[in-house]
T-cell receptor
Framework: NAGVTQTPKFQVLKTGQSMTLQCAQDMNHNSMYWYRQDPGMGLRLIYYSASEGTTDKGEVPNGYNVSRLNKREFSLRLESAAPSQTSVYFC?????????FGDGTRLSIL | GQQVMQIPQYQHVQEGEDFTTYCNSSTTLSNIQWYKQRPGGHPVFLIQLVKSGEVKKQKRLTFQFGEAKKNSSLHITATQTTDVGTYFCAGPSSNAGGTSYGKLTFGQGTILTVHP
């Protein structure tokens, strides 16, 4: 049972570069979420998708864009990476409750 | 907006000692969830509490939901090294229209270290 799969697991970027974080779930969940985790700040919601074809901003959306490609896939894009975006990024999915998380992407921006 | 606060931020215990983390919400919650994240891992759901005053147990873990549904606690009896990790509480967060779409507001987490 794969659950929620995130790629890549690690990435190092230079300031100004762009990249897309991929997330796919095989649990037929309607809702998907992107979080960032920074020391001492818990998990902060970046964007979410309540269902296929819809996306909405979370608590910290600036500098990010998302695409809900289909029911399974929800990607997060950094158009012009900044050092402040160095973080661990988690994707999650949910039917009703609870949320199921992927293994995370550890992203460093130099 | 809604805030969920957790204390303490860190807790160091000797193996066998008890541990408690507390969670407080700025708003009344329809439910509260608890997650555990092992070092280097991802958050994993532990439990959901729904009723006012509810108490649930999972082996050595006891979860409580306050009478006013604004606070919660997780108590671990006789900690073991396998309990190491970060414990998060989370409550539903709603849009202006009152719909949560399953969104959660997480507390900052309590990092538990257990010394053998």
């Amino acid at each position: 049972n794969a659950g929620v799969t995130q790629t890549p697991k690690f990435q190092v970027l230079k300031t100004g570069q762009s990249m897309t974080l991929q997330c796919a779930q095989d649990m037929n969940h309607n809702s998907m979420y992107w979080y960032r985790q920074d020391p001492g700040m818990g998990l902060r919601l970046i964007y979410y998708s309540a269902s296929e074809g819809t996306t909405d901003k979370g608590e910290v959306p600036n500098g990010y864009n998302v695409s809900r490609l289909n029911k399974r896939e929800f990607s997060l894009r950094l158009e012009s990476a900044a050092p402040s975006q160095t973080s661990v990024y988690f994707c999650a999915s949910a039917g009703f409750q609870p949320q199921h998380f992927g293994d995370g992407t550890r992203l460093s921006i130099l | 907006g809604q805030q969920v606060m957790q204390i303490p931020q860190y807790q160091h215990v000797q193996e066998g000692e008890d541990f408690t983390t507390y969670c407080n919400s700025s708003t009344t919650l329809s439910n509260i969830q608890w997650y555990k994240q092992r070092p280097g891992g991802h958050p994993v759901f532990l439990i959901q509490l729904v009723k006012s005053g509810e108490v649930k147990k999972q082996k050595r873990l006891t979860f409580q939901f306050g009478e006013a549904k604004k606070n919660s606690s997780l108590h671990i009896t006789a900690t073991q090294t396998t309990d190491v990790g970060t414990y998060f509480c989370a409550g539903p967060s709603s849009n202006a229209g009152g719909t949560s779409y399953g969104k959660l507001t997480f507390g900052q987490g309590t990092i538990l270290t257990v010394h053998p």
